[in-house]
């Protein structure tokens, strides 16, 4: 049985993911660094309906002590890797006025740092398999400028996409996914006019639901997508 560690996976589109790679009988890593309720209850469901085996680790992604430990248990637990889905990531949006240096390198911290950090020590217990980075849409087309630390460190995740799957060739995979916008708790609090003018800019004219996003993640694990490398898939509905 293969085994898939998602980071951020307590919720949103880390949770789908973990469920999809359930159904397909992976043994389960769940990463959280906060929301530990969230994934117990994710574990429990997982276990329960998928009858897979299911580990529950707090590891905040931009420590790399933790980020050790986290892979540490993982070979301890299951002997190896298969799959490495990096989904953590975070956004702190406002005007670039009030974006504070603080909050500028918390985005980058979580979002980019996080994501070298977590496939450097994977990939050392991974003899072959896949890596799937998710990046956004915003790292490819105009992003908004209130987001601009996070289009920033969404770029760079598409770099470090290119740059591993150079260097861990022809064993491991690297692609990413670039979703648009997608209703998740990150996109809550959207103002009313704001999301109906993205809905409108979707070729769609909806925001995605986290499965849609997981779907494509999972695709490009499976042996469908063996010949898939180093390549980044947009999953945005046509977002312009």
């Not at 951020?8 to 993911?17: D, P």
């Not at 897979?52 to 248990?73: R, T």
């Not at 990150?186 to 779907?215: R, S, T, V, W, Y």
Request: hydrophobic share 45%; charged share 20%.
């Amino acid at each position: 049985m293969k085994t898939v560690l998602i980071t951020g996976s307590s919720r949103g589109i880390g949770a789908k993911t973990a469920e999809i790679f359930a159904s397909h009988k992976y043994n389960i890593v769940l990463n959280y660094a906060q929301n530990k309720n969230d994934a117990l209850s994710l574990a429990s469901k997982l276990k329960a309906k998928y009858h897979v085996a299911v580990l529950c680790l707090k590891a905040d992604v931009v420590c790399e002590e933790e980020v050790k430990e986290l892979i540490l248990e993982i070979k301890k637990t299951f002997g190896q890797l298969d799959c490495l889905v990096n989904n953590a990531g975070i956004a702190i949006d406002n005007p670039y006025q009030e974006k504070e240096t603080i909050e500028f390198q918390k985005v980058v911290n979580v979002n980019l740092l996080g994501t070298f950090l977590v496939t450097k020590y994977a990939a050392s217990i991974m003899k072959a398999g896949s890596i799937i980075n998710v990046s956004s849409n915003a790292a490819l087309n105009d992003g908004y400028p209130e987001a601009m630390d996070y289009n920033a460190a969404k770029a760079g995740v598409i770099a470090l996409t290119h740059d591993f799957a150079k260097v861990l060739a022809p064993k491991i995979r690297v692609n990413a996914v670039a979703p648009g916008w997608v209703e998740t708790a990150m996109n809550q609090d959207l103002a009313p006019h704001f999301k109906k003018a993205m809905q409108e800019k979707c070729l769609l004219g909806k925001m995605a639901q986290p499965e849609e996003i997981a779907q494509v993640i999972y695709f490009l694990a499976s042996n469908e997508a063996s010949f898939i490398n180093d390549t980044v898939i947009r999953v945005d509905g046509g977002l312009k």
